[in-house]
């Protein structure tokens, strides 16, 4: 029965202290994202536009004049589009009401084309809505003359006005900033970069180096790439929607265009409001399938080949975490951090990649695995889901050899599941589940069809020799141990070798009895660790003594830890070779014993004497 861990007080202390940290960083970020939000957008910027700056200076331009002329282009470009952009956002909103009746008459005709209740009840909700917010709007100059004058300011004018000018200013500042503290970082990048390394990478110069070119070159690769593609879809959609004649084009366009920044949804979001829109905005149906024509066009176009080609390396950001991430930075920045959330999570995944102590970061929000692939598949049998763990087989055939199968997968599973039995952390229920599910899967694999020897194509019908060498296998202590030797009989080539496996826990005495009887060419002992030296010793002691003559390997397959000294224990103790691995035995066993020559497999066993009658 396992016995139940106390629990450690200093681990509790430290789970309580980092959750209290992550609230007061969480609390520092909303509290001063006035500060950080325009230094996070001036980071972004910078990496995009520093190899543009590079490229300039290699041309002959001076640094400064490299600066000004990229900062200058991009953000005149950024004050083009935003004007254009929020006139065309503003003229949206005063056709809204206008729009209403084009959707209000394709509802009736499609409920008096299909009679249908659902048509009937959207309509009516329509209707429903719109005079509501009509009724608001009437009630509300009566509800003003209910107030008491003695509350009316005459200066609701300024008021007006102050309220407009104070958002407008306010990103007018914050843009302003942006753009001063992009310009300062292009000019001087190399010099905040070496400040950087003498205050965080003080005594980790090389960790600190490492990390700050991985953020820089996944980040700036990723920015860059998204960027191009994102414009380009927004271009491209909004030509084809202007085209089609769909009003307020630049709007759309540029609409898609940020909304792909948003992680696995933002494309279906486009798609969404574009299509509502084009049912509003036109009386017939022809534009609203030409729209969602040209939307799924250029959707496939950009998601299985522009985007596959040009990212060519993933961001090392899972996508789970991608869509956690840009939830997380929404609430607490707003657009901004859905624009930001990418960038920063990269640059966590990295911290978690060199920086020791925040290893978790790489953990949760890496795309790495999360489990090695024989640890995923131990925990799956160890689940009892044997469908999920032949899966995880079968994907790994798909990618490797059925041979490293063994050795990668299969074994240490089995290795595992010994060491928790021993530790009484696996019931030995589990333990038999596991045996057998292994063992299913291992006859799954010997029912695979071979290859045929190309020599041997055209005399299959030709009965081959007889095997020539006979190996024995010696469980060394338990059944685990005794699908070990299976596994490495299904290596062994049948033409050549003949395995025979004694019983798990046979006696040395009837060990050597049964090895006088079989009289093998080669004594194989199979033990998986954890624990099971003693076991091959004494059995290899016993065994050498009684042949001197035979060859005896020791498999201490799945062995990571002191392998020399088990290597040196075991040959000491009789052994002719100690492998850790069953490709190792295998290659030994050639090495001793050669193969038969294809030329000797396809040629007949014996000619007929002259005048003999052949058999067929």
Not at 201 to 213: E, M, Q
Not at 262 to 269: D, H, S
Not at 564 to 592: K, P
């Amino acid at each position: 029965m396992a016995v139940a861990s106390s629990p450690n007080p200093n681990r509790s202390l430290l789970i309580v202290c980092t959750s209290i940290l992550a609230l007061l960083a969480i609390a520092a970020l909303q509290v001063a994202r006035t500060v950080l939000i325009p230094l996070a957008l001036s980071v972004l910027l910078t990496f995009i536009l520093a190899p543009a700056v590079t490229r300039l200076q290699h041309r002959g331009l001076g640094r400064l004049i490299s600066v000004l002329l990229v900062g200058g282009l991009v953000f005149l470009a950024f004050g083009g589009i935003g004007v254009a952009i929020t006139l065309q956002a503003k003229s949206l909103a005063n056709d809204l009401p206008a729009y209403q009746e084009n959707v209000t008459n394709k509802i009736a005709r499609l409920r008096e084309a299909s009679k249908g209740k659902l048509l009937q009840e959207i309509q009516d909700a329509v209707s429903a809505i719109t005079k509501a917010l009509s009724k608001s709007d009437q009630d509300a100059p009566a509800a003003a003359q209910d107030q008491p004058t003695a509350v009316r300011m005459e200066t609701s004018g300024l008021t007006k006005l102050e309220a407009i000018a104070n958002p407008t200013l306010e990103l007018l500042a914050t843009a302003g900033l942006v753009a001063v503290l992009v310009i300062f970082m292009l000019i001087n990048r190399e010099e905040l970069r070496n400040r950087l390394i003498r205050l965080v990478g003080h005594g980790r110069l090389t960790g600190t180096t490492k990390a700050l070119d991985d953020a820089g070159q996944r980040i700036s690769r990723f920015l860059i790439m998204q960027l191009l593609i994102n414009a380009g879809f927004g271009l491209v959609l909004g030509l084809g929607v202007w085209a089609i004649g769909v009003p307020y084009a630049v709007l759309w366009g540029f609409l898609a265009g940020m909304l792909r920044f948003v992680p696995y949804l933002g494309g279906a979001l486009t798609g969404l409001l574009l299509l509502t829109f084009s049912v509003a905005a036109f009386s017939g149906w022809i534009p609203f399938f030409l729209v969602l024509a040209l939307f799924i066009i250029l959707e496939i176009s950009a998601a299985q080949i522009f985007e596959p080609l040009l990212f060519g390396h993933s961001t090392g950001v899972s996508p789970v975490a991608l869509l956690v991430a840009a939830v997380f930075w929404t609430w607490l920045w707003g657009p901004i951090g859905l624009l930001l959330s990418t960038p920063l999570t990269v640059c966590l995944v990295v911290l978690g990649k060199h920086v020791p102590g925040l290893e978790f970061f790489g953990v949760i929000l890496g795309d790495t695995p999360a489990l090695a692939l024989q640890v995923g598949y131990y925990q799956r049998l160890m689940a009892r889901d044997q469908d999920e763990a032949a899966a995880i087989v079968q994907a790994y055939l798909k990618e490797l050899p059925e041979e490293q199968l063994y050795d990668e997968l299969l074994v240490p599973a089995l290795a595992y599941a010994r060491q928790d039995r021993e530790r009484d952390a696996l019931t030995e229920q589990d333990e038999q589940y596991i045996l057998r599910a292994t063992r299913e899967i291992m006859e799954e694999l010997g029912e695979r069809p071979a290859e045929i020897p190309s020599a041997a194509m055209d005399v299959q019908a030709t009965p081959l020799p007889p095997p020539k060498n006979c190996v024995l296998g010696f469980p060394a202590r338990g059944e685990a141990d005794r699908l070990a030797l299976e596994m490495l009989q299904q290596l062994l080539d049948p033409a050549q070798w003949a395995m025979e496996i004694a019983p798990p826990e046979m006696h040395a005495a009837a060990a050597v009895a049964l090895t006088r009887e079989k009289d093998p060419s080669v004594i194989c002992i199979g033990s998986l660790p954890p624990g099971g030296l003693i076991h091959t010793r004494f059995l290899c002691k016993r065994l050498r003594t009684q042949f001197p003559k035979v060859k005896i390997v020791a498999g201490r397959w799945g062995l990571k830890a002191n392998v020399e000294q088990h290597r040196e224990s075991l040959l000491s103790a009789g052994a002719d070779n100690v492998d850790t691995t069953l490709l190792e035995t295998r290659d030994h066993l050639s090495t001793w014993f050669p193969s038969i020559p294809p030329e000797e497999l396809a040629a007949p066993l014996e000619a007929p004497a002259s005048g003999s009658p052949v058999e067929v």
